[in-house]
């Protein structure tokens, strides 16, 4: 697939997978800087050997850390990109749902799927995408979200 696509080719990838990224290590220092940022130092994304007694073992990162990292996974490979397209706004979800903690020190992933496309006004597409998060060597995703993104042309 080309990653650059018309608007008259959107309507050929609504339900197909438009992209999946390269994996992206979670390590401790990305999982504090948000804990400093979010204000969320609940032990289990902070402290090492309190962590390790639960039964995650260690440190996880945040969900909302997790679900924060689809603006640049998206932009890494996320999918298709319109021709004239001028900026992309994150418009929202949908519906989230974290099914698996990110160990730290795991690699995720994102697979885009495209389940809309819509303008909205002149030269205002709303992209609908499901997102997966996958975890390196884990069965069950991080989480799966429908995300939107509103893609404004030139």
């Known amino acids: 697939m080309s990653n650059l696509v018309s608007v008259d080719q959107l ?6 997978e438009v992209g999946v ?3 992206l290590e979670v390590d401790q220092d990305r999982i504090n800087k ?3 940022a979010t204000g969320d130092h609940q032990y289990i994304h902070i402290d090492a050997e309190r962590a390790a007694e639960t039964p995650f073992g260690t440190t996880i990162a945040h969900g909302f850390l997790t679900l924060s990292l689809l603006s640049m996974l998206g932009s890494k490979n996320g999918g298709m990109k319109l021709k004239n ?4 706004i994150n418009y929202g979800l949908d519906k989230v749902r974290f099914i698996n903690p990110v160990k730290v020190d795991a690699k995720i992933r994102a697979r885009f799927q495209l389940i809309s496309a819509e ?4 030269k205002h597409y ?3 995408h ?3 998060i996958e975890i390196d060597g884990e069965e069950k995703p991080a989480l799966i979200a429908e995300w ?3 893609t404004v042309l030139a």
């Open 11 to 16: 309507g050929e990838y609504v339900g197909k």
């Open 148 to 150: 939107l993104g509103m």
């Open 85 to 88: 397209s001028v900026m992309g």
């Open 119 to 122: 303008e909205k006004k002149p």
């Open 130 to 132: 499901n997102v997966t």
């Open 126 to 128: 709303l992209m609908k």
């Open 34 to 36: 948000f804990a400093d």
């Open 21 to 23: 990224t390269d994996w």
